[in-house]
């Protein structure tokens, strides 16, 4: 069974090694739920306003077991009701929810959009007024048409029903967010889950 990243961990990786993360993509593998779930949990810690998170995959790969890790995370609350906004199109997390005052985690999955024009997201979610002032993740990110930037873009792939394959694209983020640069590095020397 794998360990959680420690903080000391991802801290510990070198900035020239996790900034070089910017130019590649990194994959790596997850054999279940709680895993998948400690891997937001190591972004979540570092949520910071303005940064963001596009998360694509299947149906059922397990984004949205993403968000609630990183959610919690961000929280510190483990036990924190975290819930799939697929009907809702967005679920919003503060201060009310054990968030450090002024950061807010806007969790948007934006499934049930492919049949509305390109943008409405934008108008029913205030999309620039988000991406500038919360932490975002966005499941289905595709329905955006134009994807935001900067963004740390996560692929979730289920090959074969089995372990999940998890990629991690730090280019569109640049040198944005080091310490999700430096968790990506962190990953990375880890090796498969």
Known sequence: MRRALSLAAVLAAQRSRALSLSRG??????????RME????AFGAH???GKTICLSGD???????????????????ARLRVTSPTYLLDNAY????????????????????????????VYMLDLPDALATACCLI?????????????????????????????????PLGDAHPPWL????????????
């Open 139 to 171: 499941e289905w990110p595709d329905r955006l048409g134009a994807l935001p930037e900067p963004r740390l873009d996560v692929v979730i792939r289920a090959p074969g029903g089995g372990d999940r394959a998890v990629t991690f694209d730090a280019a």
């Open 38 to 41: 400690q891997l937001g949990a």
């Open 94 to 121: 503060d201060d009310r929810d054990g968030l450090p005052e002024g950061l807010v985690v806007r969790h948007m999955d934006l499934y049930r959009l492919a049949a509305v024009e390109a943008s409405a997201p």
């Open 59 to 77: 149906l059922g790969a397990g984004k949205t077991v993403f968000s609630r890790g990183f959610v919690r995370a961000a929280a510190g609350d």
């Open 47 to 49: 949520a910071a306003p």
């Open 25 to 34: 993509p990194v994959t790596i593998r997850v054999a279940d739920e709680a």
């Open 182 to 193: 430096a968790a990506i590095a962190a990953l990375a020397d880890e090796g498969p889950a």
